[in-house]
């Protein structure tokens, strides 16, 4: 039988999946401890993707502070352009900041995106603003590649990179679903 080699986005893929599945597997839910996965680059799909080392656009933390902005920024290795994704079974994640250990919380409609203490996955009664750290992670094939779309548990609206931006300093904010590629994101380990 022939052997299918795996592209690595797709391996990435299909590891953080198998994570989601093993959480939600052996998780209870009054005790379930959260998965978080290896540090990525999240990749809008709107901007020109460019072979590495030319300046690839990536999700960056404008700082290591609460209320930090995140924006597009050209790709220089830093920590503050890597992101976990921490599940607590099915598809719900945390999106957190590697270097700051704070979480990207959701906006209400056109309002940017901010660093956030990340609240406790097993907390019961958040409040409204700790709710916006959690997403919906919904993932599909475009053209061949795993795609990621980050939809807001608390109030459905879709991480989205601010008019479709695809230069330095654009921000990213909370907008309905449109479809578009500035509402998908890949990831790289």
């Known amino acids: 039988m022939p052997t299918m080699r795996l592209s690595k986005p797709m391996t990435m893929a299909i590891a953080v999946g198998a994570m989601a599945a093993a959480a939600t597997l052996t998780a209870s839910p009054a005790q379930a401890d ?3 996965g290896p540090p990525l680059q999240m990749i809008p799909q709107n ?5 590495p ?3 690839q656009l990536v ?3 404008e700082g290591t502070v609460v209320g930090s902005k995140v924006t597009l920024q050209k790709d220089l ?6 992101w976990r994704l921490r599940f607590n ?8 900041g590697d270097q700051s250990g704070l979480c990207m919380r959701g906006a209400l409609d056109g309002n ?3 660093l956030a203490v990340c609240p406790d996955f097993n907390d019961l009664t958040p409040t409204v603003p700790e709710l916006r750290t959690f997403w919906n992670d919904r993932q599909r094939l475009l053209n061949g590649v795993v795609v990621h ?14 008019d479709s931006g695809t230069t330095v300093g654009t921000l990213l904010e909370g907008k309905p679903l449109n479809g578009q590629p500035n509402q998908l994101f890949r990831l790289k380990g």
Not at 47 to 51: D, G, I, M, T
Not at 77 to 82: E, I
Not at 89 to 96: E, F, N, R
């Open 89 to 96: 079974g099915g598809s719900v994640a945390q999106i957190v």
């Open 53 to 55: 080392g030319q300046g």
């Open 149 to 162: 779309r980050f939809e807001s548990v608390q109030n459905a609206l879709e991480l989205t990179v601010r």
């Open 77 to 82: 290795g830093l920590r503050s352009q890597r």
């Open 47 to 51: 901007v020109p993707q460019l072979p």
């Open 59 to 61: 999700l960056t933390a």
């Open 34 to 36: 959260p998965v978080t």
């Open 112 to 114: 940017v995106i901010r």
